[in-house]
């Protein structure tokens, strides 16, 4: 019976501390909830360390995707919207061929923060 409560426990546990957190529910336009991203007041670089954007990329170094800095001279202040749709849809076939996972659970706000960092690590 012990084990029993053990596990149920260690089951709500671990529902409840996943990375659906980071979402609030909206109505739709007919009124039925929708899961949306919910903004966090952390910087650019903040989100980033909670994301799996490191696995990728890194500030001065090509990896899988291409270093910050090579991001950053490719694009401007002007592509933040374009950049900040392809951190929360994915993307690919800009730097090679692997794409770039979806992150759908980061705000349009937030996704944007995490542009502006990285272009500000232009050369």
Not at 10 to 37: H, R
Not at 63 to 79: L, N, T
Not at 98 to 118: C, G, L, R, T, W
Request: glycine letters at 10%; proline letters at 4%.
């Amino acid at each position: 019976m012990k084990n029993l409560f053990l596990a149920g426990t260690l089951g709500l546990l671990i529902f409840s501390c996943s990375k659906k957190e980071n979402t609030t529910e909206v109505a739709s336009s007919d009124g039925a909830p929708v899961s949306a991203p919910a903004q966090s007041n952390l910087s650019g670089d903040q989100i980033m360390e909670t994301l799996d954007c490191s696995g990728c990329h890194s500030v001065n170094e090509r990896m899988i995707g291409p270093s910050y800095q090579e991001i950053a001279a490719k694009y401007s202040g002007k592509d933040i919207e374009l950049l900040a749709s392809k951190i929360i849809e994915g993307g690919s076939g800009v730097w090679g061929g692997v794409p770039m996972a979806a992150h759908p659970q980061v705000s349009k706000e937030d996704a944007k923060k995490m542009v502006e960092y990285i272009l500000s690590q232009k050369k």
